[in-house]
């Protein structure tokens, strides 16, 4: 039992080691794009999250509707 605990953390460690590698480069991207102020990166990406959880939350209202009405929701374009 105690070494699946000990496998799991290393697991966890391994997975935020390589999730931090690939996600450096973009970090640097932002944080460049706003001259190096890190509070002005955090907060436009808030603001991104923000936004794109306010275009699911219409999207599945509009889904929702779509369903009640007996309409089919097409996700590719014409």
Known sequence: MKALKEIEVVRLQAAEKL???TLRGEV???VAFHQ???RAAI???LLDCHHL???L???DK???RGM???RTTRFERP
């Open 57 to 59: 939350a219409l999207r």
């Open 28 to 30: 640097d991207a932002v």
């Open 43 to 45: 907060t436009t990406l």
């Open 68 to 70: 009640s009405c007996e």
């Open 36 to 38: 190096g102020d890190s």
């Open 19 to 21: 999730a931090e590698e």
């Open 62 to 64: 509009d889904v929702s």
């Open 53 to 55: 959880r306010l275009q």
